[in-house]
């Protein structure tokens, strides 16, 4: 064996290496009604696709309508497309509405619900207003605990269902310019323990997962430079970029009868970023 340092695995050699594998397939999604949040783009875009390709009835909430529409076209030709329902998710009188008419149109209450809608925006500690941590923190946090509260009762008329939330890797690696971001992605996990120890006796399983560095178009536009990209493959245990499809993958699990014992706690997909 030669003792020569390994070269560095630059970002296209990892995508050169990235192996063929197959998604898993769960029957115990076939039919389920699923709502996701954000749905439109990005990560909740892999969410929606996935969850219909096991043939699921998703229901999808995004204020962006062209993104939005854009997917469901895409998606129109499956044997159960995907429907979009705009909505903004920080008002809490249309987030109501927007469950109540979703359980008539698929046909009963959600069974899963994911709270997927986020804005990662970077921000100056020193330039955060009070107007800007509320908006922030609605956009963020809050919205989650009430989508919860309005697919809760139904879930639990039926004797369980599936709450999963997304959380973030940002505060646990301390990063900067999301002081406000990472203190909303911190309280949803302290939230999800609340939420599985309220609702685990009805049956409701509330998880959260929590991505890493994701390739979505967003974050490669706005922040993920050539330069960002080799420093976050050098942090990462895995030398490859995350994807979208890698995140959509541990969700379905999560809702699955598979982990029909897994609640109230946090599950990562990050390739090891430390």
Same mark, same amino acid.
């Given at each position: 064996? %030669? !003792?020569? /340092?390994?070269?560095?695995?630059?970002?296209?050699?990892?995508?050169? =290496?990235?192996? /063929?594998?197959? =998604?898993?397939?769960?029957? %115990?999604?076939?039919?389920?009604?699923?709502?996701?949040?954000?749905?439109?783009?990005?990560?909740?875009?892999?969410?929606?696709?996935?969850?219909?390709?096991?043939?699921?009835?998703?229901?999808?909430?995004?204020?962006?309508? #062209?993104?939005?529409?854009?997917?469901? =076209?895409?998606? !129109?030709?499956?044997?159960?497309?995907?429907?979009?329902? /705009?909505?903004?998710?920080?008002?809490?009188?249309?987030?109501?509405?927007?469950?109540?008419?979703?359980?008539? #149109?698929?046909?009963?209450?959600?069974?899963?619900?994911?709270?997927?809608?986020?804005?990662?925006?970077?921000?100056?500690?020193?330039?955060?207003?009070?107007?800007?941590?509320?908006?922030?923190? /609605?956009?963020?946090? =809050?919205?989650?605990?009430?989508?919860?509260?309005?697919?809760?009762?139904?879930?639990?008329?039926?004797?369980?269902?599936?709450?999963?939330?997304?959380?973030?890797?940002?505060?646990?690696?301390?990063?900067?310019?999301? !002081?406000?971001?990472?203190?909303?992605?911190?309280?949803?996990?302290?939230?999800?323990?609340?939420?599985?120890?309220?609702?685990?006796?009805?049956?409701?399983?509330?998880?959260?997962?929590?991505?890493?560095?994701?390739?979505?178009?967003?974050?490669?536009?706005?922040?993920?430079?050539?330069?960002?990209?080799?420093?976050?493959?050098?942090?990462?245990?895995?030398?490859?970029?995350?994807?979208?499809?890698?995140?959509?993958?541990?969700?379905?699990?999560?809702?699955?009868?598979?982990?029909?014992?897994?609640?109230?706690?946090?599950?990562?997909?990050?390739?090891?970023?430390?």
């Amino acid at each position: 064996m %030669s !003792s020569a /340092a390994a070269p560095a695995l630059s970002l296209a050699d990892s995508r050169a =290496r990235k192996p /063929a594998f197959t =998604r898993g397939v769960y029957p %115990s999604l076939r039919g389920k009604r699923v709502a996701v949040t954000g749905g439109g783009s990005g990560i909740g875009a892999s969410i929606v696709e996935a969850f219909a390709r096991q043939g699921a009835v998703v229901a999808y909430l995004d204020n962006s309508i #062209e993104a939005s529409r854009a997917l469901e =076209r895409s998606l !129109s030709t499956l044997d159960v497309p995907p429907r979009f329902h /705009a909505c903004d998710l920080r008002d809490l009188e249309c987030v109501r509405e927007t469950f109540a008419r979703l359980a008539q #149109e698929c046909g009963g209450p959600m069974e899963v619900l994911v709270n997927n809608a986020a804005c990662d925006d970077r921000h100056s500690f020193d330039h955060v207003t009070p107007q800007y941590w509320e908006e922030s923190v /609605a956009v963020n946090l =809050r919205h989650l605990f009430f989508c919860a509260q309005a697919v809760t009762p139904g879930m639990k008329a039926a004797g369980g269902g599936a709450i999963i939330n997304f959380g973030s890797v940002s505060w646990h690696l301390a990063l900067s310019g999301l !002081s406000v971001y990472q203190t909303a992605k911190a309280g949803i996990e302290g939230m999800t323990r609340a939420m599985a120890r309220e609702l685990g006796e009805y049956g409701i399983r509330v998880t959260c997962v929590i991505p890493g560095a994701v390739r979505t178009a967003r974050q490669m536009r706005l922040w993920h430079t050539p330069d960002e990209e080799a420093r976050i493959l050098a942090q990462q245990c895995l030398k490859a970029r995350v994807e979208p499809e890698d995140v959509a993958s541990l969700v379905l699990f999560l809702a699955s009868d598979d982990a029909r014992m897994c609640t109230a706690h946090e599950y990562f997909v990050d390739a090891g970023w430390r």
